[in-house]
Each structure stands twice: as structure tokens, then as C-alpha cells.
């Protein structure tokens, strides 16, 4: 009996820009499954029926992009008690009974990368600075809280939505009193001692305005990552960089956090090749 054909996709609007299914398809490439990742582009009013479509379509699942992570977790049977803490979904599982479940493996793709790139990278080394509070933004300081950090140090340009997330992850439980909210102005200050500095505004993305932070106060040894990935090296990077701290780009959360959903939908957990990662930077 043959395999059967198994088709995913990423959904999203727009999602023309996604390298999504260059990762899926260069995978199911190189293990021989027999399936297709695709584009989804659907528009949110429409999304309620495109989700339900892909039971009736026989679909194995979907990545969620923006702006459909948050609305997408609402039409899930099913949503992983991690995804329900970050409050929104990157992964859509369509089980072979119909069942919808929802993921997020935005968090363990950023972990992931920052071990890539420092496998001796601790969370509890020192304090963490994160600028920005949006989806990203949740995804990672959570998952950095659930490694152990005692300290993150929260920067947004609009206060009021560090503020919540500050009362959403630490103002009580384990994680008390970890998350310390900094007005914008003083993000060069609060790099002081820092032994991580996090990038999840989009200052520094093609087309946007460059991130302005004074990088003097950042210690030598601490580590500088951007969750941005259009340009590979923004900014912000090749200044870190010229310092001497170690750099990673939103490449490798890109990257890593593909490979659960991969293997949820095809049965394989796939290796980053060398080959796969120029694969990408050559359409960048």
C-alpha cells in the first residue's frame, strides 16, 4: 500500500514573504516523504472557514502567522497548556480523527538558537534585557522564565503593554517579581550587567527605522540577539558584532521552531543542514 500524499502550509495575510515552505519542502526533499507545504494566504474574515476547510481537505496542518496567532487559538479543539500561556498558536496539528490542536514553538525555536549558537548559554547567567512586548515578545520572555531566568529587564515603547505582560508572567507564582518593566528612555541604562540583549521591536526589519540603543554599557561577554531576520544582519547586529559579542539572528528561531511542527505533520524531526540554512540567506 502506498503512503499517502500529506499537504501543509502556512497561514497568514499576507504570507507571499514566508520562507516557510522553502524549509518544509527542502525537508520533505531530503527524507523522501511523499507531501507539500504551501502557501495559505487567507484574509481574517475568512479565517474561521479556511481552519475548518483543512479537515475537510484531509490537510495534516498549518503554520499560523500574523495576523492569525491569536484568533487561530479560539478555533482549536485542543491547545497545548504551553501555547495557552504565550496566548496564541504558531502550529496547527489536524489530527487523523479531525481533531484541531494548536501549538506554539515560537519559544523553543529562540532557546534553541541562542544554544546553537553558545551551547554554554544559561539563562540564570545574568540579568536579560528584551526590547519590545508584542507576540514575540511573549513567546520569549516566557520561555526565558521557564529556563530559569531571575531577571528580565522590559523595554517597550509603549509602557502600558510591558506593564501587562509584567503582570501576566510575574507578578505572582514562581516567576514573582522577575519581570522588571523599564521606561523606553532608559533602555541604554538598563544595559548594565546585562548578560543578553533581545531585539522583538521591528526597528532594524527591512523598510523600518534603525534601533537606536547605546551599546557601551552592554558587557563584552553578553550575547545580542534579534528575532528580526529580513536583513539577516540588522543593525543592531553588525553593531554588536564590531564589539565582539556573540550574535544571533531570528534565522535560527525561524529555523528551529519548524522542526516540531515538522515532525508533528510528517513523522520525522529534521536536522538544519548547512545546506538548508545558505539556502535561505541566498533568498534574503
Not at 208 to 213: K, M
Request: proline fraction near 6%.
Amino acid at each position: 500500500m502506498s503512503l499517502p500524499f500529506k499537504i501543509a502550509g502556512v497561514t497568514g495575510w499576507p504570507v507571499a514573504h514566508s520562507r516557510s515552505p522553502l524549509i518544509h519542502n527542502y525537508w520533505l526533499a531530503k527524507y523522501g516523504i511523499k507531501g507539500a507545504y504551501g502557501l495559505f494566504p487567507v484574509k481574517p474574515g475568512d479565517l474561521e472557514a479556511a481552519i475548518k476547510g483543512m479537515v475537510a481537505l484531509g490537510i495534516v496542518g498549518s503554520n499560523v502567522t500574523i495576523p492569525h496567532k491569536v484568533d487561530a487559538m479560539k478555533l482549536m479543539d485542543h491547545v497545548d497548556p504551553l501555547a495557552k500561556r504565550m496566548g496564541a498558536i504558531n502550529t496547527i496539528v489536524v489530527t487523523p480523527d479531525g481533531e484541531l490542536q494548536g501549538f506554539n514553538n515560537d519559544g523553543y525555536g529562540y532557546i534553541q538558537s541562542l544554544k546553537d549558537a553558545n551551547p554554554h548559554w544559561s539563562a540564570t547567567t545574568g540579568p536579560i534585557c528584551v526590547l519590545g512586548a508584542g507576540g514575540a515578545a511573549r513567546a520569549i520572555v516566557l520561555s526565558l522564565l521557564d529556563q530559569g531566568a531571575k531577571e528580565i529587564r522590559l523595554m517597550n515603547r509603549t509602557k502600558g503593554k510591558a506593564e501587562a505582560l509584567q503582570q501576566e508572567f510575574s507578578l505572582d507564582g514562581p516567576n514573582q517579581g522577575a519581570v522588571q518593566v523599564y521606561s523606553w528612555n532608559e533602555r541604554h541604562e538598563a544595559l548594565d550587567g546585562a548578560s543578553l540583549l533581545v531585539n522583538t521591536t521591528n526597528q532594524g526589519m527591512h523598510g523600518q527605522p534603525d534601533l537606536e540603543i547605546e551599546l557601551d554599557r552592554l558587557p563584552l561577554a553578553a550575547m545580542v540577539s534579534d528575532a528580526i531576520y529580513i536583513p539577516l544582519e540588522t543593525p543592531l547586529l553588525k553593531a554588536a558584532g564590531a564589539r565582539g559579542h556573540v550574535t544571533v539572528s531570528g534565522l535560527g528561531m525561524l529555523l528551529n521552531q519548524a522542526r516540531p511542527a515538522f515532525k508533528a505533520w510528517f513523522g520525522v524531526l529534521p536536522e538544519i543542514t548547512p545546506e538548508l540554512r545558505q539556502m535561505i540567506i541566498a533568498t534574503l
